[in-house]
């Protein structure tokens, strides 16, 4: 009987530590298996690590050392579940790129954490909500994620990561809140104008991109116009948002929501969009190019004649390169790829050839001359091969 006993309670004890472990949390290594799985617990390991990092103290605090490490590790996994995850490929293209230039990225903050470059780390994973913004805003249409959760994380960070938290998560209006009172408190203090820019250009793409509503663009500009003592360049590349404000106010919107009849909009904007982008520094093409890209992803999801499909990803190309840094950094790069890729010796692959080309060079080019790294030298001769008629 005593001997019954123990081997029960030894069975009941065994039981249990089993149902312990299957409760206490996934095995760090295993991706959830489902798109939205991993897009839940994106956010629920984003929305747990976030207020741990932005804070100094408590990112330096040793006791937080092992919980940071962790969550990172557990990002790495989860972005590269996104990447190879048939839904993605299922969306339009940038959801393929934007997923592997967000996986690329959680596994170098993940070598800093353990090379000890923890600023360059830091920096990172405050900036990780970008990606999230890029995907969840292509788009007018989709979910907003609310949960407890977030909402005492959002308490916890400042105004711009708040603002930016928001936007990630598809809460536009109260991002766009946040965004205009951090643009206020700038305006007021007169400093930081890196942020400040940064606050506008995320309202932009709100009011432009998601709302499409050229009401509370103005707004936005006017805001800044009306400021005193703003530095010079902010106030130019403000005329130039204004003109094409208020030319979109004017717009009689169109029924024909087809690709031909889009792209023939779109090229129009790109068109004017160009001119009031004088020289490099001028963002004043910025709300065209913003407008673009906002049907450019519609587009990019209908079915497409080749001829279409070229031009759709050269004007998309061109578009994030204008605005590219608001986006990550070489998107535009990655669309003038995929156009080569999709219609090889065509005029679009030639004209998309000769960005790329131009977008590596540049991306090379430092005090001492263009270096290019032998394989991006051949990446450009097979993708000229692709590009060019053949023989050329
Ligand atoms: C590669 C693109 C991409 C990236 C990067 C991305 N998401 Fe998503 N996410 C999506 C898509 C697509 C959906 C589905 C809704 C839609 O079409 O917008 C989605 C949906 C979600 C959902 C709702 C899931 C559900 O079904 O309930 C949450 C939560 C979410 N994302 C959180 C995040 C967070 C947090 C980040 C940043 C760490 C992030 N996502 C990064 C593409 C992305």
Redesign the pocket.
């Known amino acids: 009987m005593k001997k019954q006993f123990l081997v029960l309670s030894l069975c009941l004890f065994l039981l249990n530590c089993q149902n312990n472990h299957v409760k206490s949390e996934n095995p760090s290594s295993a991706s959830p298996t489902t ?2 799985g991993s ?2 617990e ?2 629920d390991t ?1 929305t747990r690590l976030l207020p741990m990092v932005v804070d100094v103290q408590q990112y330096n605090a040793p006791a937080n050392q092992k919980l940071i490490e962790k969550d990172v590790k557990r ?1 790495a996994v989860l ?1 590269k579940s ?1 990447t190879h995850s048939s ?2 490929a299922a ?1 339009d293209p940038s ?2 790129f ?2 592997k230039a ?1 996986a690329e990225d959680v596994d170098r903050i993940e070598e800093s954490l353990e090379l000890g470059k923890r600023d360059f780390a830091r920096y990172g994973i405050i900036n ?2 970008a ?2 913004i ?3 805003t ?2 007018s ?3 907003s ?1 609310r949960s407890p959760q977030l909402d005492q994380t959002l308490k916890k960070l400042g105004g711009l990561e708040r603002g930016e938290f928001l936007l ?3 809460q536009f209006d109260a991002a766009l809140n946040e965004f205009s009172q951090f643009i206020d408190d700038k305006l007021k203090s007169r400093g930081d104008y890196f942020s400040l820019d940064k606050a506008v250009r995320y309202s932009l793409a709100v009011t432009v991109k998601y709302l499409k509503d050229p009401k509370k663009s103005l707004a936005v500009v006017e805001k800044i116009k009306k400021a005193p003592g703003i530095p010079y360049y902010l106030k130019q590349n403000v005329l130039g948002w204004e003109v094409a404000i208020k030319d979109w106010m004017k717009e009689k919107p169109s029924k024909d929501r087809g690709p031909a009849a889009m792209l023939k909009r779109v090229r129009e904007w790109i068109d004017r969009g160009q001119k009031l982008q004088i020289g490099m520094v001028d963002r004043g093409g910025d709300i065209y190019y913003l407008r673009a890209l906002s049907d450019l992803h519609l587009i990019l999801q209908m079915n497409l004649s080749k001829e279409e499909m070229g031009e759709a990803l050269y004007l998309t190309g061109i578009s994030y390169e204008a605005v590219r840094d608001i986006s990550t950094y070489t998107l535009h790069e990655n669309y003038y790829e995929s156009c080569i890729r999709k219609v090889p010796h065509t005029s679009w692959s030639q004209r998309c050839y000769k960005n790329y080309e131009e977008s590596v060079y540049f991306g090379f080019t430092g005090s001492s001359g263009t270096r290019l790294p032998e394989d991006e030298m051949k990446h450009l001769l097979e993708l000229r091969a692709l590009a060019l008629p053949p023989g050329t």
């Open positions: 798109f939205s897009m839940q994106l956010q984003l990002l972005s996104v839904a993605t969306k959801v393929t934007i997923s967000f990780m909500t990606y999230c890029e995907c969840h292509r788009t249409t989709g979910p994620f990630a998560t598809r």
